[in-house]
């Protein structure tokens, strides 16, 4: 293939994850290899807003070598951003993209940059400006439709696996016997439901799993703590930052309704602490909770080999694809297997991607919605990349 | 040495940590060594709670190489109490020895078990049972005397200070630029105190440090947080669990005095979440908490080495020195050298041991009192066991 023209720029958006990077080097290293030397690659720094702003990282322009780094470092290299565009910003920024001779524009990101990416894409087909536009799917949540899994899922959820065993063996040992981990995801349950794979006994923590896919009364919550700690003596749950009580009401600002400061002003406070203090009053047993937050998608310890890998490789795809001509997709990840696992990529229209969240199935959560189904594990196993450190025990 | 003859026990009291049975498997492996064959080798369950119920651990009857692993396994692998003897439990306890013809108690734990071995050596004393008790310290606090650090402190350090490392990447890139971290540690500010090595240029995270030997008020805190994100744009705040205002209040307790749920009922609630609550409020910034909690001192990938060896070294030299006839005294560890790290282990009475904190000392607290001096560096950098995760940033 001759070398292309026109100017390149990639960016990030929404929150980052330990592997966002690996997919920016896959499509950046793509870039410099299919562009000549008198195109620009650039980054907008801050997601979509540096695009507005005109504010440019010459990606060209870095240390040798840096890319090695910057692929395995965790958090968003070009900065984020949450913005959504209005028609003015839309108009605006293919005006800027035409303005530097900019053809290729790819966006990083969750739904919301999906979006983006697909409205990009139409504006510029309004204003005649010949320009293409693709998306790479990242996030956490893994709530994208379409693609087997998000990079960044993968190693979120090894890290919340691994943390429930560590939690476990300490909380397994303690006279303070319960805990409540506070797990990241908002609306989808994919995160907290991957904490199972710290389970290899039926004993092991997490004894009780909650995901924003069930809602969730405090009552039945307090009856199902209550029935573990009757029956072994100790608890770990695991519940997603969002789980919702059946009016939709998130649960922390359920139980905390009337709750106010000194000063009357409403503390809505986060779940896991607002459960551990009912147990404490309900039960007059110790609860502790545990809420590692971004700490968890932003640690290089627990990095997915598989998430990595195919971070990279989904990034390099949409970077292949845009080049040979292709405009308005969302770069996909396909399982072809499992054992060994294998990935392929594919394409789909942006519209078939933004704004659809894609919500843990109904069949992996069990019947009383208060744990997750062994079938879970054949889905997940395989992207966390590895087998978590289980501990041994003394016999007694 | 001769065999000695003499059953032996062995307790584990209060938190664990990630290395606490590298100095059970230290003293244990000692013990097979030195005691004849006929001597048992017991662990009690639960801490003292399992000399009292008699609820004994057979060690010697364990799978065979279960100690290599034992000892890199975190949490308390006999088990834990938070137990304060009374007099009648002591005497008890002592009761327990004669009856299984204990000759040997060696307690790993923190200030209140220090107490315990001391006092339990002084009950037999008065009931004239010839019996040998001593300490090893173990605890993430690193508020035990004598000693240079306490097993558990270094890897509590390192998992806070990668943390500090990973947050900041995150935080940086973010359109919600302030996180306050919560950091173990009650009344002592060393744990915290070692976030100040995740900062290599100045503009790096944390921004700002307040440990529980410097009293703050809320106002004082938001004064600081202001300044800094008006001077840089974002702020991680790293913060002690129990840091108290003027009054020797909780600063969690003291902002939400008044706060009430909806039944009217106190809610305590986290010194984090409650600062970033407050945030919010008062200068309409997004800020987040974020609390990794017993997952810092229970996750085995952020195990120090150093941290490790010395564990299992002050175990070994607990049980070598009790079998050559010594009583009374907490194992301890002397720093030889920084370059290269060495250390030697050594004996101090219990009584100088038990019951007495040792806090931060006044020189590594910044005169603002919210950050932690340069000179701290050398006496913790050493501690953690080989360098941090730093991260690559792309030039702009």
Not at 107 to 134: F, L, P, R, V, W
Not at 184 to 205: C, S
Not at 241 to 269: M, N, Q, R, T
Request: with cysteine; glycine share 8%; proline share 5%.
């Amino acid at each position: 293939m001759d070398s292309l023209k026109g100017n390149f720029i990639i960016a990030q958006g929404g929150g980052p994850t330990a592997v966002i990077n690996a997919s920016l080097t896959g499509a950046v290293v793509e870039a410099f290899d299919k562009l000549d030397r008198s195109s620009q690659v650039w980054g907008a720094k801050d997601g979509i807003t540096g695009l507005l702003n005109e504010a440019f990282i010459d990606l060209r322009n870095q240390p040798d070598g840096i890319w090695d780094k910057i692929r395995i470092t965790p958090a968003a290299a070009l900065g984020s951003c949450r913005k959504k565009l209005t028609e003015e910003d839309l108009t605006h920024a293919v005006e800027i993209c035409r303005k530097y001779d900019i053809r290729y524009f790819i966006y990083i990101g969750g739904n919301d940059s999906m979006d983006t990416a697909n409205k990009m894409s139409k504006t510029a087909q309004e204003m005649h400006y010949e320009m293409y536009a693709a998306g790479i799917p990242k996030t956490i949540d893994n709530d994208l439709p379409e693609t087997d899994f998000c990079p960044g899922y993968g190693s979120c959820a090894r890290y919340f696996a691994q943390a429930t065993i560590d939690l476990g063996a300490d909380i397994r040992a303690l006279p303070t016997p319960i805990s409540v981990m506070e797990v990241l995801g908002r609306n989808a349950g994919w995160v907290t439901a991957a904490t199972m794979l710290a389970r290899k006994k039926p004993d092991d923590a997490p004894h009780l799993i909650y995901v924003p896919e069930a809602p969730l009364s405090i009552e039945k919550f307090l009856y199902d703590v209550k029935e573990v700690y009757d029956r072994r003596g100790w608890v770990v749950v695991t519940i997603s930052e969002g789980v919702c009580d059946e009016h939709g009401e998130s649960l922390a600002a359920s139980i905390g309704k009337a709750a106010v400061d000194g000063f009357g002003h409403a503390l809505p406070g986060d779940v896991a602490p607002t459960l551990a203090q009912t147990i404490n009053r309900e039960f007059g047993l110790r609860a502790r909770s545990e809420k590692p937050g971004l700490v968890a998608r932003a640690s290089s310890h627990h990095v997915s080999s598989v998430d990595r890998e195919a971070a990279e490789g989904v990034g390099r795809f949409a970077a292949q694809h845009i080049f040979t001509g292709n405009t308005d997709f969302m770069a996909a990840i396909k399982r072809e297997s499992n054992q060994p696992f294998k990935v392929s990529y594919f394409a789909v229209p942006l519209e078939k991607a933004a704004n659809i969240e894609r919500l843990l199935p109904r069949k992996y959560i069990n019947k009383d919605k208060n744990n997750i189904t062994d079938s879970f594990r054949k889905y997940v196993e395989p992207l966390i990349g590895g087998p978590l450190r289980h501990y041994t025990r003394l016999n007694y």
